[in-house]
């Protein structure tokens, strides 16, 4: 599992010569915004055709190949109609989270390999019901992480794998944006039918991503959460939208304490709209040193930055390490993130970023919603699959 990321290093550094390969056939399950990243990427690869694409909304997907240039793609209005009259490779899961384990879940049943945005699901139901069907596939499942495939990100995960921090005992992460509630492409991100969480899915499972992959992703065991909406229910947040505001029946702002194995504390918080610039820096105390990744002013899955390791020469000297934040190009990471999972599809390897760790951020995210509703710290029991 710690190799992961070196695994992702070679298979998208090494020159492979990919035009002469037969091409593996692509579907896109949802043609909204994400899907746009996904059909650019997948355009890249000489190696792949994208031969189907589903959307529930009538017209949605034509509309979507023809603003992609994506020609000879066969469009159907829903996913399983789609699975039941193609003959594909993979498909990408481009949908709002409430859909993404039934998509997932149909893909696997059919033998089809599944790219499945984040988050991963609403519930840890749900997420552990796609990992069983993906066990059974023996077809590969992994989930849109993007931000890992980031030089800084690699990076965190190297200086804590390096014992640079020593024994790490806490963590302090999450994000926010003053004002950032997603609603430019309507209200998918804001109403539980579709979106099904808020902030703490869209955004927190980046941050819970950075930390928790850095650290070898250990199980987390209780969680006290708290969870608000005081913004996103106000029709004065949407000048143009007010009638947005009674659709908004997700968190805009989530807070936790989550034990994790190994002793490990992790303090946690996340926002989409909150009276301040950001909830603090990503900070992860050690033994031996402690990491500062400030925060960004938009959380995205972002890391802000210089870096700074603070620790102590001879037993002494208290210095610190600057670690300059190196420039990163969004459309370079999904593309990375496309080309990843099929090399993993094509040369059999592991899923780029795979279920059984992702399982634990929903695990996470999950007992965060339930503790919150319950008021209490509940303990999170994640059967092994
Ligand atoms: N990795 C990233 O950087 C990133 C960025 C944005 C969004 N996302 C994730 O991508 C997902 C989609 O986000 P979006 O902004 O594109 O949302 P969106 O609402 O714009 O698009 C989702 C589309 O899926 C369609 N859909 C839903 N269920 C379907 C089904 N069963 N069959 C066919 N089509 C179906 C909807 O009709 C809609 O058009 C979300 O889970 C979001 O968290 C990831």
Not at 290 to 295: A, D, K, T, V
Not at 326 to 336: G, R
Request: glycine share 10%; charged share 25%; hydrophobic share 35%.
């Amino acid at each position: 599992m710690a190799n992961i990321l070196d695994r992702f290093k070679e298979s998208n550094e090494q020159a492979r010569d990919y035009s002469t390969l037969p091409k593996l056939k692509i579907g896109i399950i949802g043609t909204g915004w994400i899907a746009e990243a996904h059909a650019a990427s997948y355009k890249r690869c000489p190696d792949i055709e994208v031969v189907a694409a589903a959307d529930l909304v009538p017209g949605k997907a034509e509309a979507f190949c023809k603003a992609q240039g994506l020609e000879g793609v066969r469009c159907y209005p829903d996913h399983q109609s789609m699975l039941d009259n193609e003959e594909l490779d993979a498909v990408s899961v481009c949908t709002y989270n409430r859909t993404h384990a039934e998509c997932t879940i149909a893909a696997l049943k059919k033998g089809v390999h599944v790219l499945c945005e984040k988050p991963m699901s609403v519930t840890l139901e749900e997420a552990l019901e796609m990992r069983k069907a993906e066990k059974e596939s023996g077809k590969i499942l992994s989930i849109g992480f993007q931000p890992r495939l980031d030089a800084n990100m690699q990076m965190i995960k190297k200086i804590v794998e390096s014992g640079e921090l020593g024994q790490v005992y806490y963590i302090q992460t999450g994000g926010g944006r003053r004002r950032g509630i997603p609603t430019p492409y309507g209200t998918s991100f804001i109403e539980d039918k579709t979106a099904g969480i808020g902030a703490l899915g869209d955004i927190g499972c980046y941050s819970l991503d950075m930390v928790l992959n850095a650290i070898g992703y250990p199980k987390p065991l209780t969680v006290s959460g708290y969870k608000s909406a005081f913004f996103g229910t106000q029709p004065s947040y949407y000048p143009e939208h007010p009638e947005y505001a009674e659709k908004f029946s997700v968190d805009d702002f989530a807070a936790a304490f989550v034990r994790l194995e190994g002793g490990i504390i992790l303090d946690f918080r996340i926002a989409w709209a909150m009276n301040l610039d950001t909830p603090g820096d990503t900070i992860i105390l050690g033994t031996k040193g402690g990491l500062r990744i400030p925060s960004t002013e938009c959380w995205n899955g972002t890391v802000g930055g210089p870096m700074k390791i603070y620790h102590e020469v001879a037993g002494q000297a208290q210095v610190e390490t600057e670690i300059p934040i190196i420039d990163s190009d969004t459309n370079e990471l999904f593309y990375k993130k496309i080309r990843s999972f099929l090399d993993a599809v094509r040369f059999g390897g592991k899923a780029p970023v795979p279920t059984e760790q992702i399982i634990y951020n929903q695990a996470i995210i999950d007992g965060i919603r339930r503790s919150a509703e319950a008021g209490a710290e509940i303990t999170l029991d994640i059967p092994e699959l």
